[in-house]
């Protein structure tokens, strides 16, 4: 029903920058959030940045200061923006959406494939 496909990642030196995208399409109504998780091997998915509808952020202390989200939502997509990155963001970074495909229907969570962050030391 819902469709979400992550771009921007890559290869960047210690200290760069990188912008992920992310676009929802399918069945919305209405997208209560956008926002950023990361997962590395063996560990539990983490969030990292969350936008809300109203424009609310919260970020995971790890990564304030240097990374920022944002958000189109006349295109459905969201953005991170990603400055000064350390070898340790290096990890999958998936988008996650909370959407509602009907004005009626429960607010539900659909999720990116994913997309590779790789910070060189």
Same mark, same amino acid.
């Given at each position: 029903?819902?469709?979400?496909? $992550?771009?921007?990642?890559?290869?960047?030196q +210690?200290?760069?920058?990188?912008?992920?995208?992310?676009a929802?399409?399918?069945?919305? @109504?209405?997208?209560?959030?956008?926002?950023?998780?990361?997962? +590395?091997?063996?560990?539990q998915? $983490?969030? =990292?940045a969350?936008? @809300?509808?109203g424009?609310?952020? &919260?970020?995971?202390?790890?990564?304030?200061?240097? @990374?920022?989200?944002?958000?189109? &939502?006349?295109? &459905?997509?969201?953005y991170?923006?990603?400055?000064?990155?350390k070898p $340790?963001?290096t =990890?999958?970074?998936?988008?996650? +959406?909370?959407?509602?495909?009907?004005?009626?229907?429960?607010?539900?969570?659909?999720?990116?494939?994913?997309?590779q962050?790789?910070?060189s030391?």
């Open positions: 029903q819902v469709q979400l496909v $992550e771009s921007g990642g890559g290869l960047v +210690a200290g760069g920058s990188l912008r992920l995208s992310c929802a399409s399918g069945s919305i @109504f209405s997208i209560n959030a956008m926002g950023w998780y990361r997962q +590395a091997p063996g560990q998915r $983490e969030l =990292v969350i936008i @809300f509808s424009g609310r952020t &919260n970020y995971a202390d790890s990564v304030k200061g240097r @990374f920022t989200i944002s958000r189109d &939502n006349a295109k &459905n997509t969201v991170l923006q990603m400055n000064s990155l $340790e963001d =990890v999958v970074y998936y988008c996650n +959406a909370l959407v509602k495909v009907g004005p009626y229907t429960p607010t539900t969570s659909w999720w990116g494939q994913g997309t962050v790789t910070v030391s």
